[in-house]
């Protein structure tokens, strides 16, 4: 998974999990001695993760390739270990951008508001578009000591690279130019990846504060292999697990539409 390592990551159990939402409050001036002490009504509230299962599992007959499976690095386990990564990745980027389940009872649907969401405006990933993220991230008061990402889809760093103003290394200590690759800009920690949703218009390119969405993980990914007597004793190589995500706070998420 490129995702996990850039959101809040919680192990839980059962079909459904809740995470407490607690907003911002200002304390109260005291203005005089032996004051009643003031109640300051902090915002609450929750968000509810749905659990899902995901499966992967492939059969394999040559008896030279069975004996690979227990090596880590072998062609099967990596390619296992891929399949449930993506599964993942989309799991993430779907709840950032989608629904979110709020409330006591998860039964109220929040959706990722306008403000949060910057228009394609018939362009690519510009300079003006990170600067506007930014922008927005830091009018929601977003603490700028959580480290911020920005998934991104190869076609975006192709915009980038050819922007003088990134590439230049006096405006970006990375030199992107020079090595074909943009760590970071603006703020933003940059993932490549081709998971992001396109509709056919433009697309969803995503920055977000990584506690602004949290990856809930009931089971991490498992591997069994057995012999299938129904499939000739060939041996599966079997891989599963069990996780959900969701937007934490729609503040620290932005959507920003590229056209591609």
């Known amino acids: 998974s490129l995702l996990r390592k850039a959101v809040r990551v919680e192990t839980v159990t059962g079909e459904k999990a809740f995470f407490d ?5 200002s304390a109260v001036r005291r203005t005089s ?3 009643d002490t003031p109640l300051v009504t902090t915002p609450h509230s929750r968000r509810m993760v749905s659990m899902s299962d995901y499966e992967w599992a492939d059969l394999i ?5 069975v004996r690979m499976l227990a090596d880590p690095t072998s062609t099967y386990a990596q390619a296992a270990a891929a399949a449930m990564g993506r599964s993942m990745d989309d ?3 779907t709840a950032a951008i989608g629904t979110a389940k709020t409330g006591a009872s998860g039964s109220t649907s929040t959706t990722l508001p306008a403000g949060q969401k910057i228009a394609h405006g018939s362009a690519g990933l510009t300079i003006a578009k990170l600067i506007s993220a930014k922008k927005i991230l830091d009018e929601n008061d ?3 000591s959580i480290k911020r990402w920005i998934a991104v889809s190869p076609e975006q760093i192709e915009d980038l690279l ?3 103003t990134v590439t230049s290394s006096d405006f970006n200590t990375v030199k992107a130019l020079a090595t074909g690759d943009i760590d970071s800009y603006v703020g933003f920690q940059f993932i490549v990846t081709n998971r992001l949703n396109d509709d056919g218009t433009s697309r969803q390119v995503i920055a977000w504060a990584e506690d602004g969405i949290t990856l809930a993980v009931a089971s991490d990914m498992s591997a069994r ?3 299938r007597a129904d499939k000739s004793y060939s041996t599966q190589v079997y891989a599963a697990m069990t996780v959900g995500s969701t937007r934490m ?3 620290k998420v932005v959507e920003i539409a590229c056209n591609e």
Do not use: F, L, M, Y
């Open 33 to 35: 001695r032996h004051a």
């Open 91 to 93: 799991v993430i980027i």
């Open 21 to 25: 939402q607690v907003g911002s409050a």
């Open 249 to 251: 706070e729609e503040e």
């Open 61 to 65: 007959d040559d008896q030279d390739k």
């Open 162 to 164: 050819n922007n003088t």
């Open 225 to 227: 292999i057995d012999e």
């Open 142 to 144: 977003v603490d700028p």
